[in-house]
């Protein structure tokens, strides 16, 4: 549990800002960061950080996808077909999580954190190029949106479908046991393996993440892992970040973005493997 | 002539699921729009004042913030079922059954 009292609000605003700003910046909902830097900053147990990413990672989720669905890119129908998938997953999640150690907890962010930095480390030509056209479409899931940067109608058939509801359940079980969002995995199967345009899975992705964090959110709020005081501040943090993320994300060049990501997301891993082997920071 | 109605089925169609994009969007404005004035007031008076009544109006915008996506679930079903969409009716029901199914377990060992 949390003791509200000893923790400063305005360190939590800092933090929630600091994870909104990073993950708008680097399209991520902010979970990623906002975990680890309570944990390893402010000395929050892990399971009480999760909880408290999991109610920012609802609130970012729903402020982007306002935006995604004022311009169509996301795919509902999609969306709620892989979504039954993932709910499962993050229920399961949040129920194993709490019996698990904070050892095992550290260690499988560390991993997550690499795998993350690993994908993101790619160029994101190599995923266009390698998007998978074979495999059986989906009709019912067949979308379109008007693509801005290009100037016309982008229209696209879902692919592989039992495989992408596969990755769901993973996807889900990972962010109910860590408190992330989960798009990492999501958007990537979406891109790769559904044969999704980036832009409409990064979309979707935003819509599933809000309804799988809340799915386990529950679980951690009637356990009490959820302190409003921690997660008022900590999520109006996010939001503001959020926001003001969004506001400078088309000025800043996508390839040094991506290399401080990359970076970052580095000394977050190696922290989570110090903390797991019990040195500290 | 049957070119003609097919157009206006697909038009009528499209102008539904514009509704359902609508409708989804202004949940999600007015979910979050709540739960940030509520988590800020509460915030505020709990600066100044303390006691059981900030947090009290604190964990009424958290919950307000976990309701938000699971209020956009519930427009999407009752939209699939305005518009036969029986694939998106069934999708949005299991995720609906699954949340009840979180927040008994929660309720329950919580």
Known sequence: ?281 | MENQLDTIAMTRRNMRYAALYRSVKLVLEIGVAAALVLLAAGLVVNAFAGGAAPTAVMTLGVLVLLATPVLAVLVVAGFSIRLHDWVGLTASSVIIGVLIVSLVLALGIG
């Open chain 1, 1 to 281: 549990m949390i003791n509200p009292m000893e923790t400063n609000v305005w360190a939590l605003a800092g933090t929630g800002l600091l994870a909104g700003f990073i993950g708008s910046l680097l399209g991520l909902g902010g979970g990623i960061f906002v975990v680890p830097l309570l944990t390893l900053a402010l000395g929050v147990p892990i399971q009480s950080a999760i909880g408290t990413s999991l109610v920012g990672v609802a609130a970012t989720s729903s402020t982007a996808s306002i935006t995604y669905l004022r311009e169509r890119l996301t795919n509902i129908r999609l969306a709620m077909v892989l979504e039954s998938a993932t709910t499962m997953g993050a229920v399961l999640g949040a129920l194993l999580a709490v019996y698990l150690s904070q050892t095992f907890l550290a260690a499988l962010f560390g991993c997550i954190t690499v795998y993350t930095a690993y994908n993101m480390a790619r160029r994101p030509r190599d995923k266009e190029a390698s998007a998978q056209q074979s495999g059986k479409t989906v009709g019912t899931l067949t979308s379109s949106y008007y693509d801005r940067s290009q100037d016309r109608v982008v229209s696209y058939e879902v692919r592989r479908l039992p495989a992408g509801m596969g990755a769901s359940v993973i996807a889900g079980a990972v962010s109910g046991m860590l408190g992330v969002g989960g798009g990492f995995i999501k958007v990537p199967v979406m891109n790769l393996v559904m044969s999704v345009p980036f832009k409409a899975a990064i979309a979707t992705s935003n819509l599933m993440v809000g309804i799988t964090a809340v799915a386990s959110a529950f679980i951690y709020f009637y356990r009490g892992y959820v302190s409003p005081e921690v997660a008022a501040p900590v999520v109006i943090g996010i939001c503001f970040g959020a926001w003001l993320g969004s506001k400078l994300a088309w000025r800043a060049s996508g390839l040094i973005l991506r290399r401080v990501f990359v970076i970052v997301l580095g000394a977050i891993a190696i922290m989570m493997f110090l903390k797991a082997a019990g040195t500290g920071i």
